[in-house]
Structures are given as structure tokens and as C-alpha cells.
């Protein structure tokens, strides 16, 4: 079925760890996204990679990192995890990166950092 | 950035109809969004609007001032399974999505 890995669904992690949330595609799309999404606050972008090779910094990317080394995976890191990071994790791809930028979700990763 | 408003929580009854409120400020426009999202699940794309105007989709429809900064999500003929967030999300200069907090909506029987 085309669409977006996660991986994994939930994970519960001691705060200090190093932790890193799996992304991939199979749908051949140039760009993806990392959000999180809280209660109140809606999806906020923390990095997005317009094309395999390429990253860029969103709007919350303090504490977490990036790599495209190809163009179906998008793994996001964390390098120290704080309890602030407690959310829940999108990742997302689009065939364009401008005009009609349809996003394609995946199912989402439950993070708890205690 | 983006300043996205629109209501947190709203309630209406199956086979009525419901609007979702969205306005925005943001530098530079290329399109307004809605998605939807049930509980526990991805968000799923709904419509685009890019030009002034009304887009219509079966039951929901969605429409467009840009000179006002709003938009709405009409739901129309409401079933159960519309009970969800529905997020209003706009494009500026770059092209990058930003969310709004999200409307919720539960459909009584």
C-alpha cells in the first residue's frame, strides 16, 4: 500500500536519551516534513526536506535534527531527549513544493519523555 | 510567522449543517487548506483554495476571501463519522504549511 511508514508507533524514553523516529515514503515525493502536534498548539514544523539532499530548519527545530540521504527516507533525531519533547510526531511528504502542496500524513509516532 | 484563529470546539446534529471559522494573518499568501482528522489518526487533506471564491466537494465545501484573511469549512448533511478536527492551514512565501490549532466537532445523533 503506497503511502508513509512510521516507526515506531509509541515509545516511551528517559529523558537524556538519544532517540530517532523513522520516515519513509513510497510514493517518489521530492519533499517531506517533521511536525509536531499539541494539545492546543496544532501541527508546528520542526525541519522539511524539499529535495533528497537538501533540509531545512521550520519553526520549533531546537533539539532535533535531520538527514535526507535519500528520497524515501526522512529519519528525525533526538539527540537528548527533554520532557518538553513529549508529543506526538508527523511526518509527511508532498510532490511539490509550492502552489497546491498537498501533504500526505503518516500515522504518527507517540513520544513520552520522562 | 502565521497567526491562524479558529474556534476550539464545536457541536451540531446529524443531518444539520455546520461552518468552521478560519482566519489568518501571514506574510505573503499561496493558499489556504483544510484537513481533517479523526482521533487517534493522520490528518487527510479536504480542499485547497487558492482564489477568492467557493470550492465545493460533495457535502462540504470551503470558501476563500483573501482581502479579509478568512476562510470557512462548510459541512453540510451531517453524518457521524464527520465527528473530527478539522485544521485550517495556510501557505505564505515559502510554501510551507503552518496549522492552526483546530476545530473539533462532534455530530449527536
Known amino acids: 500500500i503506497a503511502g508513509i511508514t512510521q516507526a515506531p508507533t509509541s515509545q516511551i524514553l528517559a529523558a537524556g536519551r538519544r532517540m530517532t523516529l523513522r520516515c519513509t515514503q513510497d510514493?517518489?515525493?521530492?519533499?517531506m516534513y517533521w511536525y509536531r502536534q499539541d494539545l492546543g498548539l496544532g501541527l508546528r514544523l520542526i525541519h522539511y526536506?524539499?529535495?533528497?539532499?537538501?533540509?531545512g530548519k521550520g519553526e520549533v527545530p531546537d533539539g532535533y535534527s535531520v538527514s535526507r540521504a535519500n528520497t524515501d527516507d526522512f529519519p528525525l533525531t533526538l539527540a537528548s531527549a527533554v520532557p518538553s519533547q513529549t508529543s506526538v510526531y508527523f511526518c509527511a511528504s508532498s510532490d511539490s513544493t509550492g502552489g497546491a502542496n498537498v501533504l500526505t500524513f503518516g500515522a504518527g509516532s507517540r513520544l513520552t519523555v520522562l | 510567522g502565521q497567526n491562524i484563529d479558529q474556534p476550539t470546539e464545536m457541536t451540531a446534529t446529524e443531518g444539520a449543517i455546520v461552518q468552521i471559522n478560519c482566519t489568518y494573518q501571514t506574510s505573503g499568501f499561496n493558499g489556504l487548506f483544510w484537513y481533517q482528522q479523526h482521533a487517534g489518526e493522520a490528518p487527510t487533506f479536504l480542499s485547497y483554495?487558492?482564489?477568492?471564491g467557493l470550492e465545493e466537494k460533495g457535502r462540504f465545501s470551503s470558501f476563500l476571501s483573501r482581502s479579509k484573511g478568512y476562510s470557512y469549512l462548510l459541512l453540510k448533511e451531517l453524518q457521524m463519522k464527520d465527528s473530527a478536527s478539522y485544521l485550517c492551514?495556510?501557505?505564505?512565501?515559502?510554501?510551507?504549511?503552518?496549522f492552526g490549532a483546530g476545530t473539533t466537532v462532534t455530530v449527536r445523533a
Open positions: 510514493m517518489r515525493h521530492n519533499a
Open positions: 492551514a495556510v501557505t505564505a512565501d515559502d510554501y510551507k504549511l503552518s
Open positions: 526536506s524539499n529535495t533528497a539532499g537538501t533540509t
Open positions: 483554495n487558492v482564489l477568492d
